[in-house]
């Protein structure tokens, strides 16, 4: 039995999510010992995460034994009450991600087709084509998502709309009153998934309670994580927000248990630890100017960044992500996303920022170096 073409077609055909090297993995290949490693793959936290969070998941602990609440009530309660949005407007996910292949389970299938950019988040199309539908690539647009050419590829079999704001990998986001010009002319039948892991990082200036929104489009999801700002990745939790409606169908392919007790006790403790959210957007500020000089100082191209990481053209991607790792700097290669020529740095705590930059102009010297010989 060949248990690979027992599989339909369209998992066969999916091209598996490549995370960034963990540490412990760096340091088994490489020889070298954990603690001189940094990892900036995967736009984590450099800060850790809250004190809060951390009281709070230790409480959680003696409760372990117990099932999760399935309905993670409190944790709703406390975005309902921040949000100002029903309970029924709400589902919590194993992070945003359990979310997105949520709404993927309750809206695509075989025959219908979803829409999304061609730098985007790379669960969106996994998902998509884990339903059997058919994605819907839109060429980019200055390494942006091309909302007019998003729209002209809507067909009358689309279902679900995704796009990042600010986007990742490449960091690029489209004002507010552009996406709102776009979800007006959206038609009522395309859910829109905005997501907004990186919400928390745009400066004040730029931001917009886009929650206000889901009033006015009845089909637009909006995602949020307490993965990236609050620094809680390793517990995955993640929630949306939407029309009773689109929770209520996406409530029903929801695992029962989806969420775990520690994750849901540190997450609503996160999301009153203002104090440590604001730490971490201070820290991303300056670590993102200072890689930002950095680059521009040794003379490389950068993508403008509204996240917690910058996208940087540093010629050939591959090779110097391999560069790096020897000098144990783990950053992530993004050929998948179809930039074969940059790699993207998290924005780190200030020396790992001067290590990563201090080990790039190496690696830019040893690839040149290797390409003369060529
Ligand atoms: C990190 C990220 C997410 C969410 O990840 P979770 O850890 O599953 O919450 C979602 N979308 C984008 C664009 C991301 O970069």
Not at 313 to 325: I, K, Q, R
Request: aromatic share 8%.
């Amino acid at each position: 039995m060949n248990y690979t073409e027992l599989a339909p077609a369209y998992v066969r055909g999916i091209a598996p999510y490549q995370p960034g090297k963990p540490i412990s993995e760096v340091a088994r290949e490489l020889g070298l010992a954990e603690k001189d490693i940094i990892k900036l793959a995967s736009n984590e936290n450099p800060l850790g995460c809250g004190e809060k969070a951390k009281a709070a998941m230790r409480k959680a602990i003696e409760e372990a034994h117990l099932y999760p609440d399935g309905s993670a009530y409190e944790l709703k309660a406390a975005l309902a009450k921040k949000w100002q949005v029903p309970i029924e407007a709400i589902v919590i996910g194993n992070g945003s991600n359990d979310l997105l292949d949520y709404v993927a389970m309750a809206y695509l299938a075989p025959g219908v087709s979803a829409v999304y950019g061609q730098h985007c988040f790379a669960v969106y199309p996994i998902t998509t084509q884990a339903r059997g539908a058919t994605g819907i690539k839109v060429p980019a647009k200055a390494y942006g998502n091309d909302l007019d050419a998003m729209l002209a590829a809507i067909r009358a079999d689309t279902r679900v709309l995704f796009l990042a704001n600010p986007n990742n990998p490449t960091g690029t986001f489209t004002p507010y009153p552009e996406i709102h010009a776009f979800l007006k002319k959206v038609p009522e039948n395309v859910i829109v998934v905005l997501d907004e892991a990186y919400n928390e990082f745009l400066p004040h200036a730029l931001r917009i309670d886009t929650t206000a929104w889901l009033k006015e489009f009845p089909n637009l999801v909006l995602t949020r994580t307490f993965c990236k700002i609050y620094g809680l990745a390793g517990l995955r939790c993640g929630y949306m927000l939407a029309n009773p409606q689109v929770c209520d169908m996406v409530n029903r392919v929801r695992a029962p248990f989806n969420v775990n007790s520690i994750a849901l006790a540190a997450a609503v403790a996160a999301l009153g630890d203002d104090e440590f959210v604001t730490r971490t957007f201070e820290n991303n500020r300056l670590g993102m100017q200072q890689l930002v000089d950095g680059v521009t100082a040794l003379g490389l191209q950068h993508i403008p960044s509204f996240g917690n990481f910058v996208t940087v053209d540093v010629g050939n991607g591959p090779a110097v992500f391999n560069a790096l790792l020897k000098r144990g700097v783990i950053v992530r290669p993004i050929v998948g996303y179809e930039l074969p020529k940059h790699v993207r740095v998290t924005v780190g705590l200030p020396h790992e920022n001067a290590r990563f930059l201090a080990a790039l102009r190496e690696a830019l010297a040893e690839v040149a170096q290797a390409s003369m010989k060529d």
